[in-house]
Nanobody, 117 residues
Framework: QVQVVESGGGSVQAGGSLRLSCVASRYYCDFNYDMSWDRQAPGKAREFVSLIDSDGSRSYADSVQGRFTISQDNAKNTVYLQMNNLKPEDTAIYYC??????????WGQGTQVTVSS
């Protein structure tokens, strides 16, 4: 059974940093797949944060561009999100996803990030 587990969340002050990790265990697909991060703040819809594809190409939401960096360890189906210069508006539950157009998608349970001003 595939398991997607996020870690690294916590509480920091504005301007601080956190590094999130996500490991997808027992996941396999014959086709290319991506790993990505979304987030959901209280009372708001879930939104895209960042994605890294099988070629290593990265994309970011405008709100985190220049502050967040996504990276991966393909061999271990692991993705990281380095978050610097955190702002109170970054407060949310961060969710990791693995999958792709021809590959089944799986989500983790999320990890809480709280940024205080």
């Amino acid at each position: 059974q595939v398991q997607v587990v996020e870690s690294g969340g916590g509480s920091v002050q504005a301007g601080g940093s956190l590094r999130l990790s996500c490991v997808a265990s027992r996941y396999y697909c014959d086709f290319n797949y991506d790993m990505s991060w979304d987030r959901q703040a209280p009372g708001k819809a879930r939104e895209f944060v960042s994605l890294i594809d099988s070629d290593g190409s990265r994309s970011y939401a405008d709100s985190v561009q220049g502050r967040f960096t996504i990276s991966q360890d393909n061999a271990k189906n692991t993705v990281y999100l380095q978050m610097n210069n955190l702002k109170p508006e970054d407060t949310a539950i961060y969710y990791c996803k693995i999958g792709g157009r021809w590959c089944k998608e799986y989500w983790g349970q999320g990890t809480q990030v709280t940024v205080s001003s």
